[in-house]
């Protein structure tokens, strides 16, 4: 991905506050009807994380942190999670042992892939569209999600130039059915960085087969709304997910380089003629300083882990003896990581999400809180009541060959009814819209129906392609 200039962040902030100008109130589309169409996925808490080449900052009026490359709260809560890809908290250093250390793979001497800095931790709250749920659920392959999708510069890449037909569904592009925008999920099997519970993301943007440059206004105010407002829940029909940042850590105090005042950072580290990590080429480790050591062991990774949970945790408290990077300013407002006991114990049961978990016990596992089936009554599993049976949810079908792709005979919300242009989490309140006091379709999204948001100016596609310039990160 490219990286943020000074210069392009400043542009962005402006047109961005313009696009937040121009909202128009959503008009509401009358409410699905048909079997299945009562039902609703129950929202999951979850933790995520992602390796970052920028800080967070704190909002004051917001009470929460937003991404330094945003002017303020409202663009910046929009912008974060658009079009990207995330990792579970325990695979959260997969993405830099495996990609971003190596200096035998280094592009530009003595500076990390993408300038990785720190590790940031996101409080995800998630709904799927039933008609996303009808689609996978057969599979099984990972319960309540989609499935994987990588994202570069917001657009799908899996498959090249091309977009892949899953990403194709979210809007139910080039006559494929439309089943809403959903969050994928994949186990992360890297060989150079085995992590156990390690797992990859994808939370999509409102166009998601096109780059942030190309995602006009047009396109999003046709399209499915994917992030919900800050204090929205997500249902899955409105909207998909809404998250919190809750703090992050600096990398170079993590692996030890900020250790005794010796170096301030991992350029200067470098400079000083030291190596983080260097394999032959082949993959097999030369060198590395002491925290990486063992990078294909998985107790070894395990432990890094623990390390780094240990590391933030400290942060939390007040007692870090390694921080040099966080100001204590805005560590006093990082919140602690729930821990999964607590998460799975506020989360749903899985049965009343997972079709797989209607007819066997389940539990919900780590801070990514997957459900994954019981082989027998081991702690946490909870069997679905005797009487329980999993709704019938309608899968959306294409529209009929030569007919406007915006006109589908199956839409988002699993129900099966004929739908012009109300598709499920229909408009769009990504990357420039709403705030949390703005008044805007995020905050007056509390009917069953999908509301249509609308408004965005052509400010919306200069604030998306000099975005489009800034990604800098997984």
């Known amino acids: 991905m490219q990286l943020y200039s000074p210069a392009l962040v400043a542009a962005l902030a402006a047109s961005s506050l313009a696009v937040v100008s121009c909202q128009t109130t959503p008009a509401p589309t009358p409410a699905a009807a048909a079997n299945g169409a009562t039902y609703k996925m129950t929202p999951v808490r979850v933790i995520h994380a992602r390796i970052q080449n920028d800080a967070p900052k704190w909002d004051e009026e917001a009470k929460q942190l937003y991404t330094s490359y945003a002017k303020n709260f409202t663009q910046g809560y929009q912008m974060a999670l658009d079009g990207v890809n995330t990792a579970s908290v325990e695979g959260a250093l997969v993405y830099m042992q495996s990609e971003g250390i190596d200096v035998t793979h280094q592009s530009t001497k003595c500076e990390r892939k993408n300038k990785m800095a720190y590790v940031v931790f996101y409080d995800v709250t998630f709904a799927q569209p039933n008609a996303t749920l009808a689609q ?28 892949p037909k899953d990403c194709l569904m979210m809007n139910g592009e080039k006559n494929t059915a439309d089943i809403g925008p959903f969050v994928g999920m994949k186990t992360d099997d890297d060989p150079r960085a085995p992590y156990p519970d390690a797992l990859w993301f994808s939370l999509p943007s409102s166009c998601p087969t096109m780059g942030w440059k190309d995602q006009k206004a047009d396109c999003r105010a046709k399209s499915h709304r994917v992030i919900c407002g800050p204090d929205e829940t997500p249902d899955g029909v409105n ?3 809404k998250y919190k940042i809750l703090g992050y850590l600096g990398l170079d105090d993590l692996v030890g380089i900020t250790a005794e005042g010796k170096y301030q950072d991992y350029k200067e580290f470098c400079e000083a003629g030291n190596i983080e990590f260097k394999t032959d080429g082949s993959g097999a480790l030369t060198e590395s300083i002491e925290f990486w050591k063992d990078p294909k062991d998985k107790d070894a990774n395990k432990k890094r882990a623990e390390k780094m949970l240990e590391a933030y945790d400290d942060l939390v408290q007040g007692k870090s003896t390694i921080n040099t990077v966080v100001p204590k300013e ?34 919900r596992t780590g801070y990514s809180q997957m459900c994954v089936t019981c082989s027998d009554e081991s ?10 049976t999993f709704p019938t949810l309608a899968k959306a079908v294409a529209p009929v060959t030569g007919s406007s792709s915006s006109a589908q ?23 420039d819209t709403p705030s949390k006091k703005s008044g805007s379709s995020a905050g007056n999204a509390k009917s069953n129906a999908a509301p249509m948001t609308r408004g965005y100016a052509s400010a919306a596609a200069v604030a998306l392609a000099l975005f489009a310039s800034l990604a800098g990160s997984m």
Do not use: M, W
């Not at 919140?335 to 049961?349: I, V």
């Open 239 to 241: 909207c998909i997910f």
């Open 330 to 363: 805005i560590a006093a407002h990082f919140e602690a990581l729930p821990k999964p006991e607590t998460l799975a114990e506020a989360n749903p049961p899985c049965y009343k999400n997972a079709f797989q978990c209607a007819t066997k016990s389940c539990k």
């Open 136 to 163: 996978y659920q057969e599979a099984g392959e990972h319960l309540e999600y989609g499935p994987y999708l990588s994202f570069d510069g917001g657009k799908c890449t899996e498959a090249g130039d091309e977009s």
């Open 409 to 431: 005979s199956g839409r988002g919300d699993g129900s099966g009814a004929s739908a012009k242009s109300d598709k499920v989490a229909s408009g769009n309140s990504d990357k």
């Open 379 to 388: 702690s946490g599993c909870t069997a679905p009541p005797s009487e329980y």
